[in-house]
């Protein structure tokens, strides 16, 4: 199973059908309106900055259970920490503290897991996710035995990710104890920090409408990324999430930074994950089948991400490539003294041939070269 790093990259990509269908056709539907529309909100609404408590959610849980010892790592360092000092101060234990020993177990045996932080990215809300969850463990994972059209295809989607009884067992408990941590604990922190960080919020909302997507403009519609949510969460930061279901109903996770100074970081994260669409093709076509059974390609889609973030940001938005070779030298523990870009190739190297490849792909998704 490829790694959760990967995983936005290849499978998501291959669940396009996997949304529900009349959701699908309202937003096609919604978005080509839009479209119709020559004004700067119209076209704002194609890649939206959001912020959603309850993917929050979902990913703090995966944060409280996983180790990661990535050169860039899934969750910001020193979460897990700072949220068991703020429980803590607030005297709080709760189901997720309690049943974490056994969900992180039933995770270091069954590594795919992991990959269901993902599933979170398909649902629209708070109570459609609760639906599908709900339909999905009370038919034991059986798309037939759900009621309605839209709950069966909830529940083959999940079974996606957790296909075994054991898999649906650290579903079930996993749920219950998310709910409980967000009555006890996780509900009233998260407003109280989107309301300190509502300045940091407004100034991505700015960056990202009037500086970086228009400048992507090109790519984005070259590579299929005409729309979509940029949405922005507590546990991350260099490493985002990626959900491709279609070319204008994408979803990106990136980082929610704490002050309005930090809002570039959002957008090197937003670089790093879009560029995945033309990263893929690039090593799928400069690694051998040895290379990939022996976990080569992974490695190199990796390195390829970081790298190719900061040739998108080059050739669209110079201004920001110097802040994000710093940031991500910083989030790999990178001492960046010097030129921080020559440092960035030191730290995460591709081979030659493989790097001029990529940075022709990027090239021509921009209209030439």
């Known amino acids: 199973m490829p790694s959760p790093r990967s995983f936005s990259r ?6 396009q059908g996997a949304r529900w269908m009349v959701l699908a056709c309202l937003l096609a539907a919604s978005t080509a309106a839009a479209q119709g529309r020559d004004s700067t909100a119209a076209r704002a609404a194609l890649w939206p900055v959001k912020t959603r408590e309850f993917v929050d959610l979902w990913l703090h849980g995966f944060a409280l259970l996983s180790d990661d010892s990535s050169r860039v790592p899934l969750f910001r360092p020193g979460y897990r920490d700072a949220i068991a000092v703020e429980k803590n101060r607030r005297n709080l234990v709760t189901d997720l503290d309690a049943n974490a020993a056994v969900l992180r177990a039933r995770l270091v045996a069954q590594p795919s897991l992991a990959n269901a932080q993902f599933a979170v990215l398909a649902f629209e809300s708070d109570d459609e996710l609760t639906r599908g969850l709900e339909a999905f463990l009370a038919s034991n994972g059986e798309p037939r035995r759900a009621r309605t059209a839209q709950e069966q295809q909830m529940v083959a989607y999940l079974a996606g990710y957790f ?31 989107q309301r300190r960080r509502a300045g940091a919020l407004a100034a991505v909302d ?15 519609g070259v590579t299929k990324q005409n729309g979509g949510s940029l949405v922005l969460a507590l546990p991350l930061e260099g490493e985002g999430r990626t959900a491709l279901f279609g070319p204008r109903q994408n979803v990106i996770v990136a980082p929610l930074p ?35 059974r022996a976990g080569e ?73």
Not at 10 to 15: A, L, S
């Open 206 to 220: 700015s960056l990202w409408q009037g500086v970086l997507r228009p400048a992507l403009a090109r790519f984005l």
């Open 297 to 369: 390609a992974e490695r190199l889609s990796a390195v390829a991400t970081v790298r190719g973030g900061l040739m998108l940001l080059q050739r669209a938005a110079p201004s920001l490539a110097e802040g994000y070779a710093r940031f991500y030298l910083r989030v790999a523990r990178v001492p960046g003294d010097g030129d921080p870009l020559a440092a960035l190739e030191r730290a995460f190297p591709l081979p030659a041939g493989m790097a001029e490849s990529l940075r022709r792909q990027i090239d021509l998704s921009f209209g030439g070269i």
């Open 10 to 15: 290849i499978v998501t990509r291959c669940r």
């Open 258 to 292: 704490e002050r309005a100074d930090e809002a570039a970081e959002a957008l090197y994260v937003a670089a790093h994950e879009l560029v995945g669409a033309v990263t893929g093709p690039v090593i799928e076509d400069n690694v051998t089948p040895a290379q990939k």
């Open 163 to 193: 296909p075994s009884a054991d898999d649906r067992e650290f579903a079930r408990r996993f749920t219950n104890a998310l709910a409980s941590e967000r009555t006890q604990f996780f509900h009233a922190w998260w407003t109280d920090e």
